[in-house]
């Protein structure tokens, strides 16, 4: 039996990847919080808008697309058909994409304001 080469990605690196995704796809307002300290469920929450439902779409489209390149996929997914709020579900961090009012409205920033904005590390 040999020993397989293949090398799976970080979870900071799957982060960096599904950022760079939703931006190339003009996502607005990416934010990168750690929660790992606050939360036993995951470790990263990407947040991220799109102008309309169709964007909102591209942008998870493209997250997902990227991430199982690396063959890494969503163990959950909710939201397709409204588009207005898409969750991405990897386990260790969770893709949240959503429309300008829901992000407003549902502020997951501010909920989760006891994270660590980790942007910089993820945003170029």
């Known amino acids: 039996m040999t020993a397989s080469t ?11 990847l599904a950022t760079s ?15 790992g300290p606050v939360s036993d469920f995951t470790d990263y929450f990407l947040l991220v808008s799109g102008a309309n439902p169709r964007q909102v779409q591209a942008i998870a489209d493209a997250v997902d697309e990227t991430l ?17 709020w898409l969750l991405l579900d ?8 959503f429309d300008r009012e829901r992000r407003d ?17 993820f945003v170029p």
């Open 6 to 16: 293949e090398i799976t990605p970080t979870i900071a690196d799957r982060v960096r």
């Open 105 to 121: 409205f549902y502020a997951l920033d501010r909920l989760w304001s006891d994270a660590k904005d980790v942007t910089e590390e």
């Open 68 to 84: 199982r390149r690396e063959g890494v996929r969503p163990l959950h997914v909710e939201g397709q058909r409204s588009a207005q």
């Open 21 to 35: 995704a939703a931006l190339d796809r003009k996502g607005l307002d990416a934010k990168v919080l750690y929660l």
């Open 90 to 97: 990897y386990g260790d961090f969770l893709v949240h994409v």
